[in-house]
């Protein structure tokens, strides 16, 4: 097919080179590719039964996904390790009079270049065991490019992470896009004194961006922020890690030459990747947000989108 080597220049010459369109993690094109929304899950962070509630959602809602095998699973089980598939199916059956959760996932290199192997791979013995008419449906269901089914038990063990891209921001996390329609952008870029990285003393000098959540008789509205830097045209050489900050502002308390009293970042780290998204249940006001770096002295421009389900002016 053409268009896959056309989006592969595409991406490349945005980029800057072929090079670095090359590895790198599934996370990092979902918001270049689709303009969508995009969350990394690491499985070490969350249980089965919520991971597999937000897959089954995901699926239906027409998201897409994907997930990653890690290097030091490379070869177990006819897995590749270091490299990202997609997560195309879930379904539950009865086996052994309990139910069992499966997921299904296809290797993007094809059969030829490795497929899973172990429990519920295409010839494994617990489909024996199985109603034969789900066992036809599931089966049939597989393309015969790499695409497979396994336990999400064996999928917790061989896979560290999940990645879910939305094209309307999932707010309350069960996998399914929420009616936040509504999009504001901003664009600013950290320069000279305003590159001013995250220490208590400086952090103000960066750039600063405030917005009117409308008071629409709701005692508050959900709110997805999401924080997108310039790419690095080196990623072996990535060392801008990025935080966004978020302020409710009220009159009178001012910091350096900002009202600011109430501090309601919900996610406290840096990020190495080029976006993150926050949510936040916000009540009407006035608030502002700053985006910074770990480091001062890093110059790179931004873009800040605000999803909700009101219109949300901008300063």
């Not at 919520?50 to 699926?59: G, K, P, Q, S």
């Not at 990623?235 to 900050?245: F, Q, S």
Request: net charge negative; charged share 25%.
């Amino acid at each position: 097919e053409m268009w896959p080597a056309l989006m592969e220049k595409a991406f490349a010459k945005f980029l800057g080179s072929y090079r670095e369109a090359a590895g790198g993690t599934d996370v990092f094109a979902f918001t270049p590719l689709t303009g969508g929304t995009s969350e990394r899950i690491e499985m070490k962070d969350t249980n089965k039964s919520l991971l597999f509630t937000r897959v089954c959602n995901a699926l239906v809602a027409g998201s897409v996904l994907s997930c990653s095998v890690p290097e030091e699973n490379d070869g177990q089980m006819g897995l590749a390790g270091g490299h990202a598939y997609t997560l195309t199916g879930a379904a539950r059956l009865s086996y052994q009079g309990k139910q069992t959760r499966l997921v299904k996932i296809r290797n993007p290199w094809g059969k030829a270049k490795g497929e899973w192997t172990g429990g519920w791979s295409d010839n494994s013995s617990e489909w024996i065991l199985v109603n034969k008419d789900a066992v036809n449906k599931l089966k049939n269901e597989c393309k015969g490019d790499g695409e497979f089914w396994m336990s999400l038990v064996d999928y917790f063990k061989y896979f560290s992470a999940t990645s879910i891209c939305n094209f309307v921001p999932d707010f309350d996390k069960d996998g399914t896009p929420d009616d936040l329609t509504q999009l504001s952008v901003m664009f600013g870029e950290w320069k000279g004194p305003t590159a001013a990285g995250h220490d208590v003393e400086e952090k103000f000098k960066n750039p600063k961006f405030t917005f009117t959540i409308p008071d629409t008789g709701a005692p508050s509205i959900p709110v997805v922020i999401q924080f997108i830097r310039e790419r690095d045209s080196r990623r072996e050489l990535n060392e801008c890690y990025i935080r966004l900050d978020c302020y409710k502002m009220e009159a009178e308390h001012e910091v350096q030459n900002t009202c600011v009293v109430d501090e309601i970042t919900n996610f406290m780290t840096f990020w190495g990747g080029p976006d993150i998204s926050y949510r936040y249940t916000m009540e009407p006001g006035r608030y502002m947000v700053v985006p910074t770096t770990m480091k001062a002295g890093i110059e790179k421009e931004f873009c800040i989108r605000l999803f909700a389900s009101v219109d949300v002016p901008c300063e």
